[in-house]
């Protein structure tokens, strides 16, 4: 059974950090694609951060500089470590891993961010 579960959301203070971790099962995890998702309260879900197989990233670029997104294919698992958070950061993360005829969601998890 194909499943990802997250963790490492919560309540920090603006300027703060947190590190999102997603750890899949059941696929194979080092030929995957990984990509973390925000959605705020009110607006729609968008693309934050993705590596490739091959470890090439890409930020959005309110997260340059601040995020940075990691994998561990030993441990099927890809993080999300974030900096200097701010007020817009907050929302629910979700992971999306996709590789050969697999495209998988985690349920999300909430980050917020107090000023």
């Known amino acids: 059974q194909v499943q990802l579960v997250e963790s490492g959301g919560g309540l920090v203070q603006a300027g703060g950090s947190l590190r999102l971790s997603c750890t899949a099962s059941?696929?194979?995890?080092?030929?995957?694609?990984g990509d973390w998702n925000r959605q705020a309260p009110g607006n729609q879900r968008e693309l934050v951060a993705r590596i490739t197989n091959g470890g090439s990233t890409y930020y959005v670029e309110s997260a340059k500089g601040r995020f940075t997104i990691s994998r561990d294919n030993a441990r099927n698992t890809l993080y999300l470590q974030m900096s200097s958070l701010k007020s817009e950061d907050k929302g629910v993360y979700y992971c999306?891993?996709?590789?050969?005829?697999?495209?998988?969601w985690g349920k999300g998890t909430l980050v917020t961010v107090s000023s």
């Open positions: 999306n891993i996709r590789t050969l005829g697999v495209d998988i």
């Open positions: 059941g696929i194979g995890f080092s030929f995957a694609f």
